[in-house]
């Protein structure tokens, strides 16, 4: 089992969900942050005083998948969030050591 972490542009999320549900991944978890890498933040003018924001606001999208589904997936999130521009965003790749779903107590990729 693989834990993905993607952190995208907000305005690409319809996308990613959708290509995501191409390939019936089911349920994802998502977080609005804010961050910096590359893209070094910009700038803002607030009440006509310009200021500096060196944090971005992305959106954090997490999924649980099964291991033969993960060159799909990455390709699939790499495809729909994918602009050409500096601050697209990354994918983390995690192993998940177990999983269990609360409700009914099944594990591993029965709990996904």
């Given at each position: ?46 009440r006509g ?32 969030a994918k ?30």
């Open positions: 089992m693989k834990f993905i972490t993607a952190i995208i542009q907000p305005y690409k999320l319809d996308d990613v969900r959708d290509a995501l549900a191409v390939l019936d991944v089911q349920g994802m978890t998502i977080t609005e942050v804010r961050g910096f890498g590359r893209q070094k933040g910009h700038t803002q003018i607030y005083a310009e200021y500096a924001d060196t944090f971005v606001p992305k959106l954090k999208i997490e999924i649980g998948i099964e291991d033969h589904l993960q060159a799909k997936v990455l390709a699939a999130i790499g495809g729909a602009t050409d521009r500096v601050g697209d965003g990354k994918i983390f790749v995690h192993g998940i050591e177990r999983a269990i779903r609360i409700r009914t107590g099944e594990t591993n990729n029965d709990a996904l």
